[in-house]
């Protein structure tokens, strides 16, 4: 059983979580500093310019991923507490050990890493990584394990958005590719090693209720209202990132609408389905981050927020169901229906997006500021023009190759190192059970 021993698991999550904050404080005494304003940016003015328009975004992903992303998981009815907890303790570690992995690679000079608000950013969308990725595994894991997929997830993270924006100059400003898809099949192929090919009977705690529902609503909305602001926050200031917030508006105010009709067309009583409306509404944002900063036609916005929220509800209705019975994959929270799905069809869109684009256009209104700093095309050596639109759009269906057979791949030694029985995996009468982890009064 979980509580066997006085040392495993209890001791465990503490003695672990305390060397790893001591280990970080060590590290910041010695080695991290504030970021000098560079020469360009010397006015004091200029400075202050770029961090408040900066950190209202910032805090905006803030609330997306503390109260909405943590909301959004708690359709369990018995799980809620430990959904909302396990969503913010994931999120702070997995930030600060992204900044320590990051600034060492990118940030470190003359001795020392050198910290700002850009790079706790993207260290926060290291984590965002991998508070998706567990959504495959919600409820049937213990937190020891939870950390050891983010110890594991943020370094493959890392390389893998360097290889897919850096090397390959792939054009993603909202993550479509390197954080949505990522995130999905590391999931999912972390769901399929631990879980491996048992078929396992639905749980009687996995049945939401009214009131769970409902908080899960309310995440959806927070995410909804707050997604733009994750989209255009490393956009160049300007027209790229008024684009940006307006084609991510357009194709989630779509999604939205066509959600209710495709589940109330598939329903047999005509009801909509609550994980259709929690989960479709919110896949125009999905797709839409690959092409948000584009000059594109605004009907193409609406139109992949239509085609996005279609696959999403159908992903729900028919293929999540095929894959449990066909592979025994198991996605509890239908990661696969909201990223991954929305995901490849936007980063289709983005490879046909840049073939209808004029080269010119591209070339002036296209401006991603890569997570380690610099235009993303310049970071890639400016080879867009030598490759043509031809070129640019094959590296987008490479990288889109890229983060799913890399993604995967990683997910299923992950996978494998979580079935090691010194992590603690609680037993199966004991899963989506708030109790296992916390002290609740009322037990009634």
């Not at 983010?150 to 390959?168: G, K, N």
């Not at 684009?243 to 005509?270: F, K, Y």
């Not at 490759?387 to 996978?415: D, E």
Request: with cysteine; net charge negative; aromatic share 8%.
């Amino acid at each position: 059983m979980a509580t066997s021993s006085p040392t495993h698991p209890r001791c465990l999550l503490p003695l672990s979580l305390g060397l790893f904050q001591g280990s970080l404080l060590v590290f910041f005494a010695f080695l991290v500093t504030y970021d000098e304003p560079s020469a360009q940016a010397e006015d004091a003015n200029l400075v202050t310019s770029q961090l408040y328009g900066i950190f209202p975004l910032f805090q905006d992903i803030q609330v997306m991923v503390v109260g909405g992303l943590g909301l959004l998981l708690a359709f369990l009815p018995r799980y809620g507490l430990s959904a909302l907890t396990n969503n913010f303790l994931l999120l702070n570690f997995s930030t600060q050990w992204a900044l320590v992995l990051q600034g060492l690679l990118h940030h470190f000079h003359h001795g020392q890493v050198h910290l700002d608000l850009r790079s706790l950013l993207t260290a926060e969308f290291a984590a965002v990584t991998v508070v998706i990725s567990v959504g495959a595994v919600l409820g049937r894991t213990s937190l020891c394990q939870l950390l050891v997929v983010a110890a594991c997830e943020v370094p493959v993270y890392l390389a893998s958005e360097w290889a897919i924006v850096t090397h390959l100059g792939v054009l993603d400003v909202g993550g479509t590719i390197t954080i949505h898809v990522f995130s999905c099949y590391f999931g999912l192929g972390m769901s399929k090693a631990l879980f491996g090919a048992a078929q396992r009977p639905v749980h009687p705690k996995e049945t939401p209720t009214p009131r769970s529902d409902l908080l899960s609503l309310v995440g959806m909305l927070i995410l909804w209202v707050f997604w733009p602001s994750f989209v255009a926050v490393l956009c160049q200031p300007g027209d790229a990132q008024h684009r940006a917030i307006l084609n991510t508006l357009l194709a989630m105010s779509a999604s939205a609408v066509t959600t209710v009709v495709a589940s109330s067309l598939l329903e047999r009583d005509g009801k909509l389905n609550l994980s259709h409306l929690q989960n479709g509404s919110l896949a125009g944002g999905v797709a839409i981050g690959a092409v948000a900063d584009m000059a594109m036609p605004l009907v193409a916005a609406l139109a992949l927020g239509n085609l996005s929220a279609v696959a999403c509800v159908l992903g729900f209705r028919f293929l999540t169901p095929f894959l449990a019975r066909k592979l025994r994959l198991q996605d509890q929270c239908g990661i696969h229906n909201l990223h991954g799905l929305p995901g490849i069809l936007g980063a289709a869109a983005s490879a046909v997006a840049v073939l209808v684009t004029s080269e010119d256009t591209s070339r002036s209104h296209i401006s991603q500021v890569s997570p380690i700093g610099g235009n993303a095309s310049e970071v890639a050596g400016g080879q867009w023009g030598d490759r043509g639109a031809g070129g640019q759009a094959l590296c987008q269906a490479a990288g889109l190759a890229v983060a799913m057979g890399g993604s995967l791949l990683a997910g299923l030694l992950a996978g494998a190192v979580l079935r090691l029985p010194c992590l603690a995996r609680p037993p199966e009468q004991l899963c989506f059970e708030d109790s296992l982890y916390f002290k609740i009064q009322d037990q009634a």
